[in-house]
């Protein structure tokens, strides 16, 4: 079973599919992949395992990144997604 609790935002997959949106502009892209990805804080807060800010905050060519902002894989990956449930 299925749970529909969830918020169809602008950028959002959900409602992609659901209304057959227009592309949204990069603002509510990257909101959305944000907060699918938890970026925005929303979940896991509590990080037990030690790693948590400072492991979050390089790349994968260990560059220092923003843990709030998503990655341009990440966005790329999120704008894949996008197009495909908009199809």
């Known amino acids: 079973a299925g749970d529909m609790n969830t918020e169809c935002l602008e950028g959002s997959c ?26 925005d804080g929303s979940e ?5 395992e030690g790693g948590g800010e400072a492991a979050a905050k390089r790349g994968s060519n260990s560059a220092v990144v923003d843990p709030g ?3 341009d ?15």
């Not at 959900?14 to 970026?39: K, T």
């Open 44 to 48: 896991g807060e509590d990080d037990e």
């Open 69 to 71: 902002i998503p990655t």
């Open 14 to 39: 959900v409602a992609a599919f659901l209304a057959g949106a227009m592309e949204p502009d990069e603002d509510a892209m990257i909101q959305a992949c944000r907060h699918a990805l938890r970026l």
């Open 73 to 87: 894989k990440q966005l790329e990956e999120w704008k894949a997604l996008w197009n495909r449930a908009a199809d």
